[in-house]
């Protein structure tokens, strides 16, 4: 414990400097970087708990849902298009990733597929347990793939906020939470105790606890601390909640993006590592074509629209859903990367959710086929 409690200082200290030079959604980068180094040092995983990664997950959905209050028919229409484009690059890369997986003998089909699926690591890891696969080899690509995307975040957004003109100051200076055009401030330094959102994200967890509790029986929410959050704190806003109970700030915030960082980075072990190095070079090499693959589509969401480029890439890249939408929040993107990233996430979990089926049939169809030809 007293170890853990240095990393978590060390943590603390080069998240100050991270923010203080700017860094994009510095302390979730600050707690990835730190407590990933420590797991595979000391080769323990550091993973938060469910009563903590839960609030957290409330945390960053109550500050993604003020941009889509404003949202009118018209313009979610207009977001049809990226969504799309998202979804269809994204299944291409994720098929043809799983099948070099599977054609290698790393894994069953299934697996694969469970791995690549850019649907949350935690909602992926969840299904390959419930359909009895190779829960560690889906574990291991799934938090690589999101190490990794989040490890090259900051880059990227300096880089996009730049190639879309942003006149803002992207190295930013202390306290900056910008890096595009438009961007937010924070109102209040990362360490000050902002007891109403405090109070404001406990009620929401709650609510939505009860809402989970209650309806269990019957449906399986996807990400339900997501999206209920969000639903719930929407309907605040419309009743007139003062702004300041619903949209987290200063150490509230900063606490959320710690967990939200430690759970990224602190998963992969040394063992886990060693256990599949024949598969990590083809697993790195998928995570990086579906990074170049967000990066294609997002070239093509500017090209027929009026997006940025960094909301393009912001909405398409295969996150960490919680870690894109705390990067989006920093960079003041616009509704389309909230919009955009939840819309993959259900599609791949109702995808994976199927995949038994899906694959089942696929067989039996080959089958079917090479019966006739002989």
């Known amino acids: 414990m007293a170890v853990v409690a240095g990393v978590f200082g060390i943590a603390v200290a080069v998240g100050a400097v991270c923010d203080h030079l700017g860094v994009p959604a510095a302390w979730i980068f600050a707690f990835l970087v730190v407590f990933g180094a420590y797991a595979i040092i000391s080769d323990r995983q550091t993973t938060p708990s469910k009563q903590v990664m839960q609030p957290a997950q409330v945390v960053i959905a109550m500050v993604c849902v003020a941009p889509l209050v404003e949202l009118d028919g018209p313009t979610i229409l207009g977001y049809l298009g990226p969504t799309a484009i998202a979804l269809t690059v994204t299944l291409a890369l994720c098929g043809a990733a799983a099948w070099l997986l599977w054609r290698s003998g790393a894994a069953s089909a299934v697996s694969a597929l469970l791995a690549t699926l850019a649907g949350g690591a935690s909602g992926m890891t969840v299904l390959a347990t419930e359909l009895k696969e190779d829960v560690r080899f889906v574990v291991l690509t799934q938090y690589l793939r ?31 939470a910008g890096t595009a055009a438009g961007a937010v401030t924070d109102t209040v330094a990362w360490w000050t105790p902002q007891w109403q959102p405090a109070v404001g994200a406990v009620v929401v967890w709650a609510l939505v606890w009860l809402v989970v509790r209650a309806t269990r029986r019957w449906v399986n929410l996807p990400v339900p601390y997501l999206l209920v959050s969000m639903l719930v704190t929407w309907l605040g806003v419309v009743l007139g909640i003062p702004e300041q109970w619903l949209v987290p700030q200063g150490l509230v915030l900063v606490a959320a993006y710690a967990v939200i960082g430690v759970q990224a980075g602190g998963t992969l072990t040394k063992t886990a590592l060693r256990q599949f190095r024949g598969s990590l070079p083809l697993i790195l090499a998928a995570v990086v074509a579906m990074i170049a693959g967000a990066i294609v589509a997002a070239l093509l969401i500017t090209r027929f629209t009026d997006i940025a480029l960094l909301d393009a890439y912001l909405a398409t890249v295969p996150g960490g859903i919680y870690a894109v939408l705390a990067f989006a929040h920093e960079a003041g993107s616009e509704p389309v990367v909230t919009v955009v990233q939840v819309m993959r996430t259900l599609a791949m979990l109702v995808i994976g959710g199927y995949l038994p089926t899906m694959i089942a049939w696929w067989g039996r169809r080959r089958g079917r086929r090479r019966g006739a030809a002989s």
């Open 146 to 176: 999101l190490s990794l995307v989040v490890l090259t975040l900051p880059a990227f957004v300096h880089l996009f906020a730049m190639g879309s003109g942003s006149s803002g100051d992207v190295t930013g200076e202390a306290g900056d």
